[in-house]
């Protein structure tokens, strides 16, 4: 049996031998501008040619015949790294490159051993631990090559992929035997001499489709995929590890002596356990992708699949899911593994004003976020702004007047990114320091821009979509209108009708009964009609000129006095520039809602004082007061109300009046204490004489 299978040996590697020495040269009178694949082609077929020669020569396992195997590894090992690098406009990961340059490290460790087995030949134990080791550098090298040719074909373009399908089969073939050579040698402690007979004709299978192989393709364009090689060097560790584990656990039995078997428990307790604290650590794993993305790959993202994580974060359709403005924090805090973050987004009076929170319950966030200067530079800049560089003066070209103190103050801030759409700003996102600190490279600052940018557009979308829902409400509001109009003048013709019957009865004492009977009726129903719908001037509005704000605001107080108790304490004779019939319409919005807030008995003060430029017209009570969370999304709100049965309009109408006007409304409130409604009108720049002297004698 021994006989047959040594000349089914050098037969077969013979042929091997022939037929990869007949592809050589047919592969070198092939092509006269040789291309280096073509050349590491040529390569690799001829060490495999040598390899085969050697074996069908000397025998299996013989110092040259282990050498030239080494040799044959090689040479496929250097045409895979040239078909890698053959991708056109390509920058493979360093990853790829590590595991190529680790395969390379096992072949030299291999022929290392290799020739310390004859020096070790007086010793039996010694020799028999370089033989074992030379076996496992083998198992190594052959999971190691496997994991190459699965990554090199699953990074191949789909188009191109049929070009390299038959070489990556060949090479997987290959490597594939001697894997199951080599393990059943370990399991068995013995060498296969039927498998080790067999490698020669299996080689002389392959030869015919390295041939077709040559003969379809003469290009290689690659496309690499961070994600699979990503899989690939997990593969690779995850093997390492479980190789370390065996070698180590085996070399503790080799010298263990009487301690071996609980030293083997020992280590595979130790490992196991370490690898379950660490793995599942989430600052470990951001540790470790730091590390990886820095050392191992040119480019930090894998673009495709952040671009899909984004838009499926921002896109989660769903009640359960985050608000909008909470989801556009979280999308760009993933991006850079931030745990938390707030958005800051301008409000009608040009201020930043925080909107939405996500993991960051503990950051300080002021009314006024912002500064004048801080809306105009982002504007301009587009600047992402790294804190810690600012913290550290490391930064010359930003205006310091246009970062807020306590985004600045605050430790746990990270990065700053402005989120312009169409030079204008929509919002910021500040995001809180990562578990793993780190700078920002071109590659991050990239990177946020254009998702900046992205989530720009998609607020201006919302508000776009808010306006319009408010245009529908106020569509549905006008169709209510109709049937109350229609109340109305049902109540028209009943007062009509009454007050043409007056001129005849106005003596009769019954008919004096049934009319006031009636006037109660009807301004019963109009109270009715008006606690359904706020009062709108239809008239043309007047132009603004000078008011007497003094004048103005006691004639209020005097027609208001009836109702509840007004008084004040600071009334300066000033002249402002506004339509006393809207002013009248504001303050009458403001001081209802005071009344309707405060406890009976308790007076509303109503002042008026210079501030700056301006007249700031202030209406005070000591009612329930409002949330800031109120103030802030809902107060004005068309339709939104905190008053049981309000109808949601006096504070969007008065803000509105007031913005007509050249004015604002501004609004303190705290829940408990009361509130405070200021109303900011401009200063007359010019007066009549008669304003002149009123001035001058106040």
Same mark, same amino acid.
């Given at each position: 049996?021994?006989?047959i299978?040594?000349?089914?040996?050098?037969?077969?590697?013979?042929?091997?031998?022939?037929?990869?020495?007949?592809?050589?040269?047919?592969?070198?009178?092939?092509?006269?501008?040789r291309n280096?694949?073509?050349?590491s082609?040529?390569?690799?077929?001829?060490?495999?040619?040598?390899?085969?020669l050697?074996?069908?020569v000397?025998?299996?396992?013989?110092?040259?015949?282990?050498?030239?195997?080494?040799?044959r590894?090689?040479?496929?090992?250097?045409f895979?790294? $040239?078909?890698?690098?053959a +991708?056109?406009?390509?920058?493979?990961?360093k &990853?790829?490159?590590?595991?190529?340059?680790?395969v $390379?490290?096992v072949?030299?460790?291999?022929?290392? $051993?290799?020739? #310390?087995?004859?020096?070790?030949a +007086?010793? &039996?134990q010694?020799? +028999?631990?370089?033989?074992?080791t030379?076996?496992?550098l083998?198992?190594?090298?052959?999971?190691g090559?496997?994991?190459?040719?699965?990554?090199?074909y699953?990074?191949?373009a789909p188009e191109?992929r049929?070009?390299?399908?038959?070489?990556?089969?060949?090479?997987a073939?290959?490597?594939?035997?001697?894997?199951?050579l080599f393990?059943?040698?370990?399991?068995?402690? %013995?060498?296969?001499?039927?498998?080790?007979?067999?490698?020669?004709?299996?080689?002389?299978?392959?030869?015919?489709?390295?041939?077709?192989?040559?003969v379809?393709?003469?290009?290689?364009?690659?496309?690499?995929?961070?994600?699979?090689?990503?899989?690939?060097?997990?593969l690779?560790?995850?093997?390492?590890?479980?190789l370390?584990?065996?070698?180590i656990?085996t070399?503790?039995?080799?010298?263990?002596?009487?301690?071996?078997?609980?030293?083997?428990?020992?280590?595979?307790?130790?490992?196991?356990?370490?690898?379950?604290?660490?793995?599942?650590?989430?600052?470990?794993?951001?540790w470790?992708?730091? =590390?990886?993305?820095?050392?191992?790959?040119?480019?930090r993202?894998?673009?495709?699949?952040?671009?899909?994580?984004?838009t499926?974060t921002?896109?989660?359709?769903?009640?359960?899911?985050?608000?909008? %403005?909470e989801r556009?924090v979280k999308?760009?805090?993933?991006?850079?593994?931030?745990p938390?973050?707030?958005?800051?987004?301008?409000?009608d009076?040009s201020?930043?004003?925080?909107q939405?929170?996500?993991?960051?319950?503990?950051?300080?966030v002021p009314?006024?976020?912002?500064?004048?200067?801080t809306?105009?530079?982002?504007?301009?800049?587009?600047?992402?702004i790294?804190?810690?560089?600012?913290?550290?003066? =490391?930064?010359?070209?930003?205006?310091? +007047?246009a970062?807020?103190?306590?985004?600045?103050?605050?430790?746990?801030?990270?990065?700053?990114?402005?989120?312009?759409?169409?030079?204008? #700003?929509?919002?910021?996102?500040?995001?809180?320091?990562?578990?793993?600190?780190?700078t920002?490279?071109w590659?991050?600052?990239?990177?946020?821009?254009? $998702?900046?940018?992205?989530v720009?557009?998609?607020? &201006?979308?919302?508000?776009?979509?808010?306006?319009?829902s408010?245009?529908?409400?106020?569509?549905?509001?006008?169709?209510?209108m109709?049937?109350?109009? %229609?109340d109305?003048?049902?109540?028209v013709?009943?007062?009509?009708?009454?007050?043409r019957?007056a001129?005849?009865?106005a003596?009769?004492?019954?008919?004096?009964?049934?009319?006031?009977?009636t006037?109660?009726?009807s301004?019963g *129903?109009?109270?009715?009609?008006?606690?359904?719908?706020?009062?709108?001037?239809?008239? *043309?509005?007047?132009?603004?000129?000078?008011?007497?704000?003094?004048?103005?605001?006691?004639?209020?107080?005097?027609?208001k006095?009836?109702?509840?108790?007004?008084?004040?304490?600071?009334?300066?004779?000033?002249?402002?520039?506004?339509?006393?019939?809207?002013?009248?319409?504001?303050?009458?919005?403001?001081?209802?809602?005071?009344?309707?807030?405060?406890?009976?008995g308790?007076?509303i003060l109503?002042n008026?004082?210079?501030?700056?430029?301006?007249?700031?017209?202030?209406?005070?009570?000591?009612?329930?007061?409002?949330?800031?969370?109120?103030?802030?999304?809902q107060?004005?709100k068309p339709?939104?109300?905190?008053?049981?049965?309000?109808?949601?309009?006096?504070?969007?109408?008065?803000?509105?009046?007031?913005?007509?006007?050249?004015?604002r409304?501004?609004?303190?409130?705290?829940?408990?204490?009361?509130?405070?409604?200021?109303?900011?009108?401009?200063?007359?720049s010019?007066?009549?004489?008669?304003?002149?002297?009123?001035?001058?004698?106040?």
């Open positions: 049996m021994g006989a299978l040594d000349q089914i040996s050098i037969f077969g590697h013979g042929l091997a031998a022939a037929l990869f020495g007949a592809l050589t040269i047919w592969q070198f009178q092939r092509q006269t501008d280096k694949a073509q050349l082609l040529m390569m690799a077929l001829a060490l495999t040619s040598f390899w085969a050697s074996i069908a000397e025998g299996a396992f013989s110092p040259i015949s282990n050498f030239a195997e080494t040799l590894n090689l040479g496929w090992l250097a895979m790294f $040239v078909l890698l690098r +991708g056109e406009g390509r920058d493979e990961p &990853a790829v490159n590590a595991i190529y340059f680790a $390379v490290v072949l030299v460790a291999q022929v290392i $051993v290799d020739g #310390l087995i004859p020096v070790f +007086g010793s &039996a010694l020799a +028999g631990v370089a033989a074992y030379s076996l496992v083998r198992m190594l090298f052959a999971v090559a496997l994991v190459l040719v699965h990554n090199l699953s990074i191949s191109t049929w070009g390299i399908r038959l070489p990556m089969a060949s090479l073939a290959i490597w594939t035997y001697d894997l199951n393990t059943i040698t370990y399991l068995t402690q %013995h060498f296969s001499p039927e498998l080790a007979a067999m490698r020669g004709p299996a080689m002389v299978c392959i030869a015919p489709i390295l041939a077709l192989a040559a379809r393709n003469t290009e290689w364009k690659l496309k690499l995929s961070r994600s699979v090689t990503f899989r690939s060097l997990s690779v560790a995850i093997g390492g590890y479980l370390m584990m065996i070698i656990a070399a503790l039995q080799i010298i263990g002596g009487d301690y071996a078997r609980l030293a083997q428990i020992s280590f595979l307790f130790g490992t196991t356990i370490a690898a379950l604290l660490l793995l599942p650590s989430g600052k470990f794993r951001a470790f992708k730091v =590390k990886l993305a820095k050392n191992f790959f040119q480019h993202y894998d673009y495709r699949a952040e671009w899909i994580r984004f499926d921002i896109g989660r359709p769903g009640a359960e899911s985050a608000p909008f %403005h556009v999308a760009i805090a993933d991006i850079t593994e931030s938390a973050g707030i958005l800051l987004m301008p409000d009076a201020c930043l004003a925080l939405s929170r996500w993991n960051w319950p503990t950051i300080q009314p006024r976020a912002c500064t004048t200067r809306i105009p530079f982002f504007e301009e800049t587009g600047h992402i790294e804190f810690d560089d600012l913290r550290s003066d =490391k930064v010359d070209q930003i205006d310091s +007047g970062v807020p103190e306590w985004m600045i103050n605050d430790p746990q801030t990270w990065i700053a990114v402005p989120l312009v759409h169409f030079d204008r #700003l929509a919002g910021i996102v500040l995001l809180a320091r990562p578990r793993v600190n780190r920002l490279d590659e991050d600052l990239d990177m946020l821009r254009v $998702v900046g940018r992205q720009a557009s998609y607020l &201006a979308e919302a508000r776009s979509q808010e306006s319009l408010e245009a529908q409400r106020f569509d549905e509001f006008n169709r209510r109709a049937f109350i109009m %229609h109305i003048k049902n109540l013709s009943q007062l009509s009708l009454l007050a019957n001129k005849k009865h003596d009769n004492p019954e008919f004096q009964i049934d009319m006031i009977s006037l109660q009726d301004a *129903k109009m109270n009715g009609l008006l606690e359904r719908l706020s009062q709108h001037n239809k008239a *043309k509005p007047e132009e603004p000129k000078p008011v007497k704000v003094a004048a103005l605001l006691q004639s209020i107080i005097e027609k006095r009836l109702l509840h108790a007004i008084e004040s304490t600071k009334i300066d004779n000033l002249t402002a520039m506004a339509d006393p019939t809207r002013v009248d319409q504001i303050l009458g919005h403001l001081i209802q809602n005071a009344i309707d807030a405060s406890p009976e308790q007076p109503l008026a004082r210079r501030r700056d430029l301006s007249v700031a017209i202030e209406v005070l009570d000591r009612g329930k007061g409002m949330s800031s969370e109120f103030i802030r999304s107060l004005f339709f939104a109300s905190s008053k049981d049965g309000g109808f949601g309009i006096g504070a969007f109408e008065a803000r509105s009046l007031a913005i007509a006007m050249n004015g409304l501004e609004v303190e409130s705290k829940e408990g204490v009361g509130s405070r409604f200021t109303l900011i009108l401009p200063l007359a010019k007066l009549t004489e008669d304003d002149l002297e009123d001035e001058r004698a106040a």
